[in-house]
């Protein structure tokens, strides 16, 4: 596994095969935004919370709450891997980028 800083991509070291990985914890905001730009996401979900019920301390608005739950389900689409530890994170990227030199 090679890692790369951002700055060498951005100046343009030669490489060809890169993949972005983005690791988050919010479903909608985090996966589903940074799947939106391209990248992979890895959606740490340490609770493995299926569950979108809505806290008892929200001041959210039952608008606001189904908005969130489509948000959350548009976003299902889109995560390369799950986990629910940091531990699981390199097995996750070996498995995104075995995929990804699949296609």
Sequence with gaps: LEVMRWDGVEK??????L???HVG???ANDVGASAAC?????????????DDSTPF?????NEEIERRK???????D??????????????AIRQILDTDLEK
């Design 70 to 76: 489509r948000m959350n389900d548009l976003a299902r």
């Design 12 to 17: 343009g070291n030669g490489a060809t095969n």
């Design 25 to 27: 914890d919010d479903l």
């Design 78 to 91: 889109s995560v390369s891997a799950k986990i629910s530890t940091l531990l699981e994170l390199p097995d």
């Design 19 to 21: 993949c972005w990985v």
């Design 57 to 61: 301390w929200s001041t959210a608005t």
């Design 38 to 50: 391209g990248a992979q996401a890895v959606w740490l979900d340490p609770d493995e919370d299926e």
